[in-house]
């Protein structure tokens, strides 16, 4: 994103949050946390494109029974509610990172998100990453996230990123084991990084400038229902 600061242009870092669709932490099956190494290995290469976080569910308690952030009263919010709806605010884009349950998204990761409005999510673009410690990466499971993001108001980027056996690419740290080609999964990935970061900047550019397009709903749906 390109900023003027007096008569200079300046190009601002954008910020990504990384929201982690996993809260399993136990095994069987192994690893416990086979998402948190696809999420460290997509964070090593946001960190070569902006300013990213990663959202690690088991780091954000929230409160049960579920009761999402804009049924509080203003600022009456829990504080690690409030606190993460200002980074979701705050943030350019969002990288969505999910294994499959019954052939849809993680139940984590749709809980996790349902606690905020699309007023937080809104003229923002995503990009969905999904894995599996089988054959498929979890692509099932990205179909089922596509609408569910585009409802949410960041809306996912074309390209996304399958990771099949996940255990055998990424070692606890998110770094390749032996015996994979990490140029080329570098290359798989960063093609969706790539056009998320496009998207976020034209977007925070068009945010700059013109605002939103039109409003989204703070209250309830009925603000955008027909006459």
């Known amino acids: 994103m390109v900023t003027l600061v007096g008569s200079k242009e300046v190009t601002m870092a954008l910020s990504y949050l990384a929201f982690l669709g996993s809260t399993r932490d136990s095994a069987p099956p192994r690893p416990a946390r086979l998402g948190l190494r696809v ?33 509080y009263a203003q600022n009456m919010a829990p504080p690690d509610l409030e606190a993460l709806a200002a980074k979701i605010r705050a943030a350019d884009a969002f990288v ?18 349902n606690h905020f409005g699309s007023s937080h999510f809104s003229w923002k673009p995503s990009l969905i990453v999904t894995y599996s410690a089988g054959q498929w990466g979890g692509t099932r499971a990205a179909m089922a996230m596509r609408p569910f993001l585009s409802e949410l108001g960041c809306l996912p980027v ?41 998207w976020a900047e034209a977007a925070a550019d068009q945010r700059d400038r013109s605002g939103e397009a039109t409003g989204a709903f703070v209250r309830d749906p009925s603000q955008r229902n027909a006459p």
């Open 96 to 113: 969505m990172i999910s294994p499959e349950y019954n052939h849809s998204m993680s139940p984590a990761l749709a809980n996790l998100l």
């Open 158 to 198: 074309s390209a996304m990123v399958h990771v099949p056996e996940a255990h055998s690419v990424f070692d606890e740290d998110g770094a390749y084991l032996e015996g994979n080609d990490g140029s080329r999964w570098d290359g798989y990935i960063g093609r969706g990084l790539d056009q998320l970061a496009w």
């Open 39 to 71: 999420a460290r290995a997509c964070m090593r290469l946001l960190e070569q494109r902006g300013a990213p976080e990663l959202i690690d569910p088991l780091d954000w308690p929230l409160p049960q029974p579920f009761k999402p952030h804009f049924s």
